[in-house]
């Protein structure tokens, strides 16, 4: 390699790094300033704590009303596992029936489905909250669980439709030339195929519903039904006040921690997932 | 007969199909198209949640109390012959949105495609580079990192710390100054560019390195290449993401409903269009209001999607090497 080239590519390296260090400070201080004493948050913006302390894990996990961080964390897993398992049910389903099925109106059914995908959620709001009223649903997990098993994230659907028609047809074709019918294919030869499309389905739902705020502020309305993320809210006051500095940044660091070890040991996924339908984000 | 078993195994297949389509085409017409011809038709209406009951048909009421006062109105009388008054914050949660839009999805763009381009060398390491940038991606839509970002940007918080070792005095508090609130929100946004980096790095891989050879030995320079080869080719990539980032964009509220802490921020500096869509809807009740202003809000983004795929006629090459 010619020493100029050299000289590019450290240059390169370098700055790639320090431009990386200033994007990362801000979570590398949140993860910090948790272990520190609640009066030295303020005025140490080092990485390196003078005095390490768990006292801001100990208030924090008090959490809200009465109600700890071990049930909110609960009920956030809870939603989650049930959201993942509609997503992975309905919009594999979908996905199927338009990659692989010949049916009259696929076309038509196809468009409507792509055209969901850039709807704003907020021209269907009103009506859905009425709609969950009537249910005697407001209060509960439903109104967030129960659209998953519906398949209303059309994004996952793309992704599924994607992956699902680059797979080769011969393999279904031998199984249906063998007397296996559309469930069994489905079931038996598809599903396998599918499960990196799946696993990315999996990841992607977990984060966005962990994640996820407006609908918990609207619907989770009594404290033992709060999750992470909508508990997390309480931190800071109406007037924007923050009593409890140091219990945010350690409940917050807890919240990410799940993100953390599921992007760190599933990374292919969130490529694959980001780069085949560019993922919202 | 033969034909007979011919329909039958038709109307079998398509039976088949729509079995597997049920939870989708269910979803569909019940949690979307039902409430979507619902909303359109509350908006008309001054419905409010708490009172059902007494639920009046306004015509275009909501819609002159959006727009009233662009044209200097404070009140005007409804088709009830009832007094409404206009909304005096709807134009300013307009104005907040689209600087929000328009100033933080390029930059965001800009700053995605400089970093790919930077990772598209052949360098050591690039798949953990990746990883180390998307993290703000990653956990940035978060309430922690809302939460985190009020402190980074407040008058004794870090970014003042820093700023004052080396020197500055006089910093503002950037999360309550009106002047600058806005602005921090914008930068938490534009630091979330992973996902968009990602698609463009998986775009700038397809461009054939044979292209940037040929246009080297012909004497074009490294900025020509960008504008001549790179620029064109990533057109489509470029659209995608400028699309899919404009309409999430113009969505946004968790960052700034948690900085805001739960409102508008100081005189409304960040009171984001779907803010104000849920403080009218579930603090004032307002909810055919709020239907309303979310017809306005999809016929916004619908006709920004439109004007950047007309225009894109102009600008977007599907041609490979053209």
Redesign the interface.
Known sequence: MKTSTVIRHTLTHLFIIVLGLIMIYPIAWMIVSSFKPNNMIFSDPGLIPKAVTTENYITGWDGYAGTSFGKFFKNSFTICALAIVGNLISCTMAAYAFARLKFVGRGFWFAVMMATLMLPGHVTLVPRYILFNTFGWLGSILPIVAPKFLATDAFFVFLLVQFIRSLPKELEEAATIDGCGTFGVFLRIVIPLASPALVTTALFTFLWTWDDFFNHLLYLTRPDTFTVSRALRTFIGDAGAVSNWGGALAMGTLSIVPAFILFFSLQKYFVQGISTTGIKG | MRKMSGIIKLFR??A???V?????????L???L???L??LR?SFTD?D?TKPDSTQWIGLGNYQKMFGSVFGQSEFTASTGEVMRVDRYYTKSLSVTFTYVFVSVPLKLIFALA?AM??N?K?R?V?F?????????????????A??????FEK?G?VN??LG?IGFTDLPSW??NPEYSLYTLILLTV??F??SM??FL?GLKQIPQEYYEAASVDGANKVRQFFSITIPLLSPVIM??L???M??A??A??QA???????GGVLNSTLFY?LH??IQ??TYHE?GY??A???V??LI?GGI?AIIFISSKWWVSYGAGE
């Open positions: 297949r398509n088949v199909a729509y597997f389509l049920t939870p989708w085409l269910l979803g569909f019940v949690l979307t039902y409430p979507m619902y909303s509350l419905y949640f970093v930077l990772m060398q360098l390491g798949s580079y990746r990883a180390v940038y998307y993290i703000p991606t990653l956990l940035g839509g978060s309430v922690a990192i939460v985190l970002w009020r402190k980074l004794d870090l710390e820093l070792a999360i309550t630091w979330q992973g996902s990602i698609i998986a995608f993401n699309v899919m980032q309409i999430g113009f969505q509220f968790t409903y948690i900085i805001g802490g739960g409102r779907t869509l849920y809807g579930w909810m709020a239907s202003m979310a017809w809000l999809l983004i999607t």
